[in-house]
């Protein structure tokens, strides 16, 4: 299974950007779907995650962003609006199928101030 993310970029502060993550290479369809973020520096930190019916953000995201997914496209999708220069980081999306688990290679996000 590979993971291909895509949509990450420059951007002012308050811009918007929809980050996706294609999946290729399986036919099955995964049971949860997160996104995660490195800055230089500093840990890898959870987004947002979906799964099934359930969805959570983080904190510092709440309300700024919306995860996403489309099971036939085994596509997901980061939508973040109102960024902010300190959202600026290497994203990073995450398939899991059962008890695997598939990076993709993340994505830079920078937001200019």
């Known amino acids: 299974v590979q993971l291909q993310a895509s949509g990450g970029g420059l951007v002012e502060a308050g811009g918007s950007l929809r980050l996706s993550c294609a999946a290729s290479g399986s036919t099955r369809s995964f049971n949860a779907i997160g996104w995660y973020r490195q800055a230089p520096g500093q840990q890898r930190e959870l987004v947002a995650y979906?799964?099934?019916?359930?969805?959570n953000y983080a904190d510092s995201m709440m309300g700024r962003c919306t995860i996403s997914s489309n099971n036939a496209k085994n596509t997901g999708y980061l939508q973040m609006d109102r960024l902010k220069p300190e959202d600026t980081a290497v994203y990073y999306c995450?398939?899991?199928?059962?008890?695997?688990?598939?990076w993709g290679q993340g994505t830079l996000v920078t937001v200019s101030s």
């Open positions: 995450n398939f899991r199928q059962g008890w695997d688990s598939y």
């Open positions: 979906i799964s099934g019916g359930s969805v």
